[in-house]
Structure formats: structure tokens, C-alpha cells
T-cell receptor, first 112, second 111 residues
Framework: DGGITQSPKYLFRKEGQNVTLSCEQNLNHDAMYWYRQDPGQGLRLIYYSQIVNDFQKGDIAEGYSVSREKKESFPLTVTSAQKNPTAFYLC???????????FGEGSRLTVL | EDKVVQSPLSLVVHEGDTVTLNCSYEVTNFRSLLWYKQEKKAPTFLFMLTSSGIEKKSGRLSSILDKKELFSILNITATQTGDSAVYLCAVGRNTGNQFYFGTGTSLTVIP
């Protein structure tokens, strides 16, 4: 079945550690996105990529990094510079042109 | 600054009631408005409204887009407990491939 797979689903880390969240899609979509969701704040865009080897910062990119070496994969690294990393992270993709976003199941990161 | 505002923030209704959720937006270069339902994890797609499709209906759910007044509504008739979720509104732009989300409306349907 085509879809987006995020891993891990739950992650606990100590303050000061970098963590990498995985996002893989087999929908053959060009565009991929990372959103952060906090209670009462909706989804906020961290980074997005429209094609391989290219990505742009979203509204809250500080303390995060991404790479897009393959069309299927768009991993997100939460660095120690991110001041408040505890959140629910959603990866999404979209086919070229119009159309809706397809979402993964999300990764919940808790920093202790 | 581009923004999407949803109201109300939360809503509690009884089974069988009809609800109307609101989404207003100020987004340059508007392309589309999307509604999603989020129960626990991944948002699931409900509708996409564009200039060429300003009204959509699926079962008990329907949505309209008013491009002149820059808002959309999502109607749910004869609500059921399974409709309990957060409903998200997102607006897509023609340039940049970005989507802007509202804060969501949390709907609780009690038996």
C-alpha cells in the first residue's frame, strides 16, 4: 500500500542530544514537508522540499535541519539548539501541481 | 502576513446536532482550501475547495468556499460520536507550494 511512514512513533531524549526523525514515502511525490504540532497552535511548517537536493525553511526552522538525498526520504534532525523540542512532528507529501497533503502517522518527541 | 483563523476553538454537542465550523484566511496568491479531520495521529483528508470547486459534499459533511469574503465553512449534520476529532483548515498558495494551517476546532460529540 502506498503511504508515508514515520519512525519512531515515540521518542524520549535527554536535553542536549540531537535526534533524527525518519520520513519515507512510496507515493512518488516530489514535495515533502515537516510540520510541528503543539496543543492549541495547529500545524506549523518547519521545512519543506519540492525536489531532491533542494529544501526551504518554513516558519520555525531554527534548531532543525533536513536533507533530501532521495525522493522517497526526508529526515528531520532536531538539534540541541531547538529550545523547546517536545512536540508532535508530522511529515507530509504532495504530488506535483495541486492536490492535498498526505500525512504520516506522526512522531511524538519528548525531551526530558 | 499570511494567516488562517478557525472558530470556534472547541465545541461540545449532543449526538444528532448539526455543527458549523468556520475558517477565515488572509493568504496571498490563494490556490486551494483544505479540510482535514484529526482523531489521534495523522490528519485525514476531507475536502479540497478551489476557484473551480467551491462546494463539496460527502455524506453528512459538506463545505463551501467564499472567495470574495475569504472564508469557508464545514457543516456536519446528524453528528455521531465518531465525528469527535480536531478539524483542521489549511490554505495552499500558488507559489512556493506551502500550506498554512489554522489552530483547529476540537469537536466533541456526546451521546
Amino acid at each position: 500500500d502506498g503511504g508515508i511512514t514515520q519512525s519512531p512513533k515515540y521518542l524520549f531524549r535527554k536535553e542536549g542530544q540531537n535526534v533524527t526523525l525518519s520520513c519515507e514515502q512510496n507515493l512518488n511525490h516530489d514535495a515533502m514537508y515537516w510540520y510541528r504540532q503543539d496543543p492549541g497552535q495547529g500545524l506549523r511548517l518547519i521545512y519543506y522540499s519540492q525536489i531532491v537536493n533542494d529544501f526551504q525553511k518554513g516558519d520555525i526552522a531554527e534548531g532543525y535541519s533536513v536533507s533530501r538525498e532521495k525522493k522517497e526520504s526526508f529526515p528531520l534532525t532536531v538539534t540541541s539548539a531547538q529550545k523547546n523540542p517536545t512536540a508532535f512532528y508530522l511529515c507530509a507529501s504532495k504530488e506535483p501541481g495541486g492536490g492535498e497533503l498526505f500525512f504520516g502517522e506522526g512522531s511524538r518527541l519528548t525531551v526530558l | 502576513e499570511d494567516k488562517v483563523v478557525q472558530s470556534p476553538l472547541s465545541l461540545v454537542v449532543h449526538e444528532g446536532d448539526t455543527v458549523t465550523l468556520n475558517c477565515s484566511y488572509e493568504v496571498t496568491n490563494f490556490r486551494s482550501l483544505l479540510w482535514y479531520k484529526q482523531e489521534k495521529k495523522a490528519p485525514t483528508f476531507l475536502f479540497m475547495l478551489t476557484s473551480s470547486g467551491i462546494e463539496k459534499k460527502s455524506g453528512r459533511l459538506s463545505s463551501i468556499l467564499d472567495k470574495k469574503e475569504l472564508f469557508s465553512i464545514l457543516n456536519i449534520t446528524a453528528t455521531q460520536t465518531g465525528d469527535s476529532a480536531v478539524y483542521l483548515c489549511a490554505v495552499g498558495r500558488n507559489t512556493g507550494n506551502q500550506f498554512y494551517f489554522g489552530t483547529g476546532t476540537s469537536l466533541t460529540v456526546i451521546p
